[in-house]
């Protein structure tokens, strides 16, 4: 088992920056990539951004410029710089590792930590 643990979430002003972290930990092989979902009261989850293994990063359209995703192979953990927030920001935010084994893959989540932007 993989557990994902993450930090940062909190409550922020309209035009500032928080910092997400999540570190995985457990039955980790080998970490495919690395990623943030979000989820909005009354919205489906939706991806934000996505880091693969020695890859480029991929945002949603409504992030890009303002988020910016990184990792920390060696400590396992993913971060999202949010700057520039924005009041449709507020959301709580989930993310997840794709691990894979040897014989199969799987995506493990974190508990998620909430985002709320105020105008």
């Known amino acids: 088992q993989v557990q994902l643990v993450e930090s940062g979430g909190g409550l922020v002003q309209s035009g500032g920056s928080l910092r997400l972290s999540c570190a995985a930990s457990g039955s980790i092989f080998s970490v495919n990539a690395m990623g943030w979902y979000r989820q909005a009261p009354g919205k489906e989850r939706a991806l934000v951004a996505h880091?693969?293994?020695?890859?480029?990063?991929t945002y949603a359209d409504s992030v890009k410029g303002r988020f910016t995703i990184s990792r920390d192979n060696a400590k396992n953990t993913v971060y999202l710089q949010m700057n520039k927030l924005k009041p449709e920001d507020t959301a709580v935010y989930y993310c997840?590792?794709?691990?894979?084994?040897?014989?199969?893959?799987?995506?493990?989540w974190g508990q998620g930590t909430q985002v709320t932007v105020s105008s």
């Open positions: 997840y590792t794709l691990m894979a084994y040897s014989d199969y893959s799987t995506t493990y």
């Open positions: 880091i693969p293994t020695g890859g480029t990063p």
